[in-house]
C-alpha cells in the first residue's frame, strides 16, 4: 500500500492551508501533497479561492455523478491522509465525496447535513438537550391564513432566519406579528433567489424562532475522529443590530474577552454538547452562542473553521488554525497557546445606504494605520449594496491587532471614519429587478 500523503482540500484553498500542509509534512517527516477537488460547475465561479502557488493540484469532476466521482478518488485512495473544507457553501460537495473517501477519518454525512440545515440542527440540539436552543418552527412558505395557528405560544420578539443559508444573511428580528407578516412577505420574495446564488443547503425555507436575549459569542473547536474536544478561547461578536443598524451580521470580534473563567468553562461545556448533539467528529466547529440569563443558548454549529477566526485566533493567541484543523482529523493533538500575544479585532461594514455603489473610498488610507492587519474591499461602483437582512454581502472587512489595547481601539473608530461607501440611492422595486 502506498504511503498516505495526500490533503484534500474541497472547492477552494487558502494560503493558510498551503502553509499548513507544509507544517503538517515537517511534524510526520514525510513529504505531502494537496489536491483541490472541484465541482465542474465552480470552477469558474469568480469567488473561488485559489492556490496560486500550484502546491494543490486541482482536480476537476461531476460532483452530482457518483459514478465519476468514484472513478475520480480511486487513484488517490489509498494515499490519502484527510480531508477538509473551509467554507460553507463547499460543505455539501464535502458531504457527496465523503462516501469515496473511505478509508480516513471524517466526519459523517449526517453530522454535516444536520451542521448546515437549521432545521435539523435545532431538531438534534434540541432532542440532545431542550435547554441548548429556544422555540421554533420552520416555513417552506408564506400563509398568512395560518400564521397565527403556526406561530400559537411564542413570546415576541422573534428572529426569521433562512433555514440553509449563512453568514447572517436575510437574518431579520420582528417584535410583533404585524411585522413578523411583513418580513416574511419581503423574505419569501428574494429567498431563492438568495439560496441560488449563495449555494444555500437543501429547499429554500426559514425559521422562526423565539429570539435570545444576551451577549453573543462564539468559540472554534476541534473535534477528534473518537469526540475528544479541544476548544479554543471565546470571541466576542456584536452584532449590527447591537448597535442599532439592520441586520445581525458580525459588526465586530473582540478577542480576548473579558468573560470569567466559570463563563468560560460553561462556554465550553455548550460547545461541547453541540457537537455530541450532531455527533460531529474529525472536524473543526464554529459553534455561536449567546449568553443569556439562564446561562449559554446555541445560535448554531457550522462544522468549519469560523470566518475570520483563522485571522484573529493568529494575531491574538499566535494559533495556527488551518495546521490544527488538519492535525486533529488525523489524530494528532492540536496545538493551543493558553496566553494571548496582543488584542485583535474583525470589523465588518456595509453601506449606511441600500443602492448602486458609485464610490469606496479610504481603504488605502486604513490600511497605513498602525494596527491593521488587512482592509479588503469585496465590492466596486455599479455593484448594488443592500443590508444583510435583505440578502446583501459586506462591502468590506478588516482584521487589526495591538498589543496595547487602547490603540487597537483608536484605530478601529479611525477605519471606520476613513472608509466611506457612497450610494446612489433606488427603490426595493428597483433592486429586486437588478
Not at 225 to 249: D, N, Q
Not at 381 to 392: E, K, N, R, S
Request: glycine letters at 6%; one cysteine or more; charged letters at 25%.
Amino acid at each position: 500500500m502506498s504511503e498516505r500523503d495526500i490533503i484534500v482540500s474541497i472547492r477552494e484553498v487558502e494560503p493558510g492551508l498551503v502553509a499548513a500542509v507544509k507544517k503538517l509534512s515537517e511534524k510526520l517527516g514525510r513529504p505531502l501533497q494537496g489536491i483541490t477537488l472541484v465541482d465542474k460547475n465552480f470552477v469558474d465561479n469568480k469567488h473561488r479561492v485559489k492556490d496560486e502557488t500550484g502546491f494543490f493540484k486541482e482536480v476537476i469532476c461531476d460532483f452530482d455523478n457518483p459514478d465519476e466521482l468514484q472513478r475520480t478518488l480511486k487513484p488517490y485512495t489509498d494515499r490519502l491522509l484527510t480531508a477538509t473544507c473551509r467554507f460553507e457553501t463547499a460543505i455539501q460537495d464535502f458531504r457527496k465525496a465523503i462516501p469515496f473517501m473511505p478509508y480516513i477519518n471524517l466526519p459523517t454525512e449526517s453530522s454535516l447535513l444536520w451542521s448546515t440545515e437549521k432545521i435539523l440542527m435545532r431538531d438534534r440540539l434540541s432532542a440532545y438537550d431542550e435547554n441548548l436552543t429556544p422555540k421554533y418552527v420552520r416555513l417552506t412558505e408564506y400563509d398568512p391564513a395560518t400564521l397565527t395557528e403556526t406561530i400559537k405560544g411564542f413570546e415576541f420578539p422573534v428572529i426569521v432566519k433562512p433555514n440553509g443559508l449563512y453568514a447572517s444573511l436575510l437574518v431579520s428580528r420582528c417584535n410583533d406579528q404585524a411585522e413578523l407578516e411583513a418580513c416574511l412577505d419581503r423574505t419569501f420574495e428574494v429567498v431563492h433567489e438568495v439560496y441560488e446564488r449563495e449555494n444555500g443547503t437543501g429547499q429554500p425555507s426559514v425559521l422562526v424562532e423565539e429570539m435570545m436575549q444576551g451577549d453573543m459569542y462564539s468559540v472554534d473547536a476541534y473535534a477528534d475522529p473518537t469526540g475528544t474536544l479541544y476548544c479554543l478561547p471565546p470571541v466576542k461578536v456584536i452584532t449590527a443590530h447591537a448597535v442599532g443598524l439592520p441586520g445581525f451580521y458580525s459588526y465586530r470580534h473582540i478577542i480576548p474577552t473579558a468573560l470569567s473563567d466559570e463563563e468560560t468553562a460553561g462556554a465550553y461545556r455548550t460547545a461541547e454538547a453541540a457537537v455530541r448533539a450532531l455527533n460531529l467528529r474529525a472536524s473543526t466547529a464554529h459553534i455561536e452562542m449567546f449568553l443569556t440569563e439562564h446561562g449559554w443558548k446555541v445560535i448554531e454549529l457550522g462544522p468549519r473553521i469560523g470566518g475570520y477566526r483563522e485571522g484573529l485566533y493568529r494575531e491574538a493567541y499566535d494559533i495556527d488554525h488551518y495546521y490544527n484543523d488538519l492535525a486533529v482529523r488525523i489524530g494528532l493533538e492540536p496545538e493551543i497557546p493558553a496566553q494571548p500575544v496582543k488584542h485583535a479585532a474583525g470589523v465588518n461594514i456595509y453601506a449606511e445606504e441600500e443602492g448602486i455603489i458609485t464610490e469606496i473610498a479610504g481603504v488605502e488610507e486604513a490600511r497605513k494605520l498602525e494596527s491593521v492587519v488587512f482592509v479588503e474591499s469585496h465590492a466596486k461602483p455599479g455593484d448594488m449594496a443592500l443590508f444583510a437582512d435583505a440578502g446583501g454581502e459586506l462591502i468590506v472587512d478588516a482584521i487589526l491587532s495591538n498589543e496595547n489595547s487602547e490603540q487597537l481601539e483608536r484605530d478601529v473608530a479611525r477605519l471606520r471614519e476613513l472608509v466611506t461607501i457612497t450610494v446612489q440611492q433606488t427603490d426595493y422595486a428597483a433592486r429586486s429587478n437588478s
